[in-house]
């Protein structure tokens, strides 16, 4: 993301101009744009202009409008890991004369605002409503009233140099892989294979003709739409010994093709067993030692730890792990918030007045020194957390659900026979 310019006064007031330049800024931007926020860009309409004689002329006029946001609509272009109001596109092509398949990814990442007109034009009214498609290297302003922390720090975050995906995986089956690209707030899928392996039998080679197809369709995919020279880490996963095998052919075939880049890379390359070889096993690959050590400084890598920690601490020790807004809540008004696990779709609310809550939480429990992690629903394991209502808490004391809500209950009541008693 490029900022291209900002100005924000001392109550909090203004503006901030972006470009986007790749699929993770329009998840930024989609998490930026509130309803009630005015945003301007660039836009193409649809004019019919009459001539003196009465014939109609119609033509498409690029102009800039600039809308009140009612609505926002993101599209993740490519298959994605989640489904945020989108659905992800894909389209399909076959391999060994239609004895295998792969879903590709199909454009890039989309998002559309739909609004009023609040600055009139030759060609749109006021008050008009208009849907604006936001498209990638075109500069979009977005004026807010108030300008949270957590907005800012989503502005600092995606315009940060050197930002972009650090994880590849490839989570396998036999006959079937997707090859993914994971970064800081994303986890997108490549591409999908699904290839038919029939069973082992007795004077048959059609199991080994199977499984040269897919190693063959899998490799060729892997050079095409992973870029293994500037990741991080690659990660091969799967249940059982396919892992070890698709290693094993990657290698086997860099060094028939005398493909002294992906040789160099070899180092990167991280063989993790996972219990199923679905996408979702990713969280279980972010767990692993292997990985971790690996990417400890990111931050999905710090949110699959910390996720994992709060689970088995609520398996454990459950009066240091509270979830749910209400109980968070009531662990934050005490202090007691060492951890705070929260997703982004909470910072999405349309009511201005829970997400100014969440944020406030959000600053208490920093300015108290606890740590807070804003997870994306982009990544399994933000997904994981919005199954447990999108909000939990690790505590740095064990505190009694039971007892604290007698306590407010009881505060409650007085402060009610207080207000009765004053009024009386």
Request: with cysteine.
């Amino acid at each position: 993301m490029r900022l291209i310019g900002k100005y924000i006064d001392k109550n909090k007031t203004g503006y901030v101009t972006l470009r986007p330049e790749d699929d993770e800024d329009m998840w930024h931007l989609y998490n930026l744009i509130q309803e009630g926020d005015e945003v301007r860009s660039a836009a193409v309409r649809r004019v019919q202009t009459v001539s003196n004689t009465g014939s109609t002329d119609s033509q498409r006029v690029r102009l800039h409008l600039t809308l009140q946001v009612t609505r926002t609509l993101f599209s993740a272009g490519s298959a994605s890991a989640s489904n945020t109001n989108s659905t992800a596109a894909s389209s399909t092509s076959s391999a060994g004369a239609g004895s295998s398949s792969s879903a590709i990814t199909g454009g890039g990442a989309t998002m559309h605002i739909t609004g009023r007109v609040t600055e009139e034009n030759h060609h749109v009214k006021m008050g008009a409503f208009h849907t604006l498609d936001i498209e990638m290297n075109r500069d979009v302003k977005i004026i807010k009233e108030e300008w949270d922390r957590v907005a800012l720090d989503r502005v600092d975050e995606a315009c940060a140099e050197g930002r972009g995906a650090e994880v590849g995986a490839i989570v396998c089956g036999e006959g079937t892989a997707a090859l993914c690209l994971l970064s800081e707030h994303m986890t997108t899928i490549r591409q999908r294979i699904d290839v038919p392996v029939p069973r082992k039998a007795a004077g048959s080679s059609s199991h080994d003709k199977g499984l040269e197809r897919f190693y063959s369709t899998l490799y060729t995919a892997f050079l095409r739409v992973i870029p293994f020279t500037t990741l991080k880490v690659i990660v091969i996963a799967s249940p059982g010994f396919v892992k070890d095998s698709v290693y094993e052919y990657i290698f086997a075939q860099a060094t028939k093709t005398n493909n002294k880049v992906l040789l160099q890379a070899r180092n990167k390359f991280v063989r993790v067993h996972v219990s199923s070889p679905h996408v979702h096993s990713l969280v279980e690959v972010l767990k692993s030692p292997e990985v971790a050590s690996q990417l400890k400084e990111t931050k999905f890598a710090r949110e699959g730890i910390m996720l994992d920690k709060f689970f088995k601490m609520l398996g454990q020790d459950e009066l240091r792990a509270w979830y749910g807004p209400d109980h968070v809540t009531l662990a934050a008004d005490r202090g007691a918030i060492g951890t705070l696990l929260i997703s982004d779709d909470l910072f999405r609310s349309s009511d201005p007045v829970k997400r100014k809550g969440y944020v406030e939480m959000a600053d208490g429990v920093r300015s108290r020194g606890g740590e807070v992690l804003i997870f994306s629903s982009m990544h399994e394991s933000g997904q994981q957390l919005n199954q447990l209502t999108g909000i939990a808490a690790i505590l740095t004391f064990p505190l009694d659900i039971d007892i604290v809500e007698e306590e407010e209950r009881q505060a409650k009541e007085e402060a009610e026979l207080a207000a009765a008693e004053e009024n009386g």
